[in-house]
């Protein structure tokens, strides 16, 4: 199955199944939102198989010293082994001139692309999310960092408006 064939499968299970997603700007992965995360699914080729990758994001922005890098390396082990559905993992973004970088976690997994449909991948979305949204506020609790539904609350009030006294934007006259 190529690429753009599974994601119009997945947009079809998606609005049979009545969930709001967006495209994102690239066009080759879908953003939708839950209570508390933000999930992302996208194609992915591994050894020649298609795959439809979820990564639900429990905390963005965190700041990685080597102490919290530490913390949450020992989080990830131990969540990794007890956790049946999801991979967390730790993604990295290295901020140039410093020993200091900006990190976030997901909760990860990857679904066969073939006979792929709602039977298969709702209950699966499903679980990712709600597990991922149980652990995100502990997570960012422990080691800093916003979860996705902070952010998204952020944005609406930025849009109603609301921030902008605090940002010093002026309000809307």
């Not at 007890?82 to 200091?100: C, I, K, T």
């Amino acid at each position: 199955m190529k690429p753009d064939s599974l994601m119009e499968q997945v947009t079809g299970i998606l609005v049979r199944e009545e969930v709001p997603y967006e495209f994102l700007e690239d066009g080759k992965e879908i953003g939708l939102s839950t209570d508390k995360v933000a999930v992302f699914l996208r194609p992915l080729e591994v050894d020649g198989r298609q795959l439809l990758h979820l990564e639900a994001d429990l905390a963005v922005g965190i700041d990685l010293t080597p102490a919290t890098a530490a913390g949450i390396y020992a989080w990830l082990n131990q969540h990794n082994s007890e956790e049946p559905l999801a991979r967390f993992v730790l993604h990295e973004v290295a901020r140039e001139g410093s020993d200091v970088s900006g990190a976030w976690v997901s909760a990860e997994w990857e679904l066969m692309a073939d006979g792929l449909d709602s039977g298969t991948m709702m209950p699966v979305l499903n679980a990712l999310a709600s597990r991922a949204g149980a652990l995100a506020g502990p997570l960012t609790e422990l080691f800093g960092g916003q979860t996705s539904a902070e952010i998204s609350e952020e944005c609406d009030a930025l849009n109603r408006g609301e921030l902008d006294d605090e940002l010093g934007l002026g309000g809307p006259e």
